[in-house]
């Protein structure tokens, strides 16, 4: 075992510059949605309408299922974690970030097609919602890739 470790620490690249950056940006991402996630979960009014929705949201998220707020915590904390597992070089931060995009599809699915998702919360905040999970899933491929490139151990 103690060779096997060995051998893996010695083949690690140099970590490239923009290693950092995308965990920055990720964390900085995830960090903006820890703090919506917060604002959100037990429904903050003044927060709600701060960001220009109306009583549709208020509704949407006071009878938010415990599911769906599990599924939502899973994504927001995976999102939080993977980069500092990234900063630290861990392999592991490949499976954080596939359980963050998993976690944030899986919530996107349902609350889009069970909950009405479009009309509480409007085309803006959708989209950019979606425009999140793609870059989730752009993290997770940079993950897998530093991994493939032995920047990771």
Known sequence: ???????????????PWHL???????????LAGARDYLSLLEPNVDYIHSQGWGDDAIAYFTDYPLVIKIIW????????IAPVLLFFRS???????LTAISAQVVLMLITFAFLDRWAALGAFT????????LL?????????TMLKR???T
């Open 1 to 15: 075992m103690e060779n096997a470790d060995s051998a893996r620490k010695s083949t690690r690249h140099k970590t």
């Open 20 to 30: 950092w950056a995308a965990g920055i940006a990720m964390l900085a991402l995830y």
């Open 73 to 80: 915590t899973i994504n927001v904390v995976a999102g939080l």
């Open 91 to 97: 392999r592991l931060a490949v499976a954080v970030a």
């Open 126 to 133: 959708n989209l950019w919602d979606v425009g999140i999970a």
């Open 136 to 144: 989730t899933l752009a993290f997770w491929w940079y993950c897998r």
């Open 150 to 152: 032995s920047v990771l």
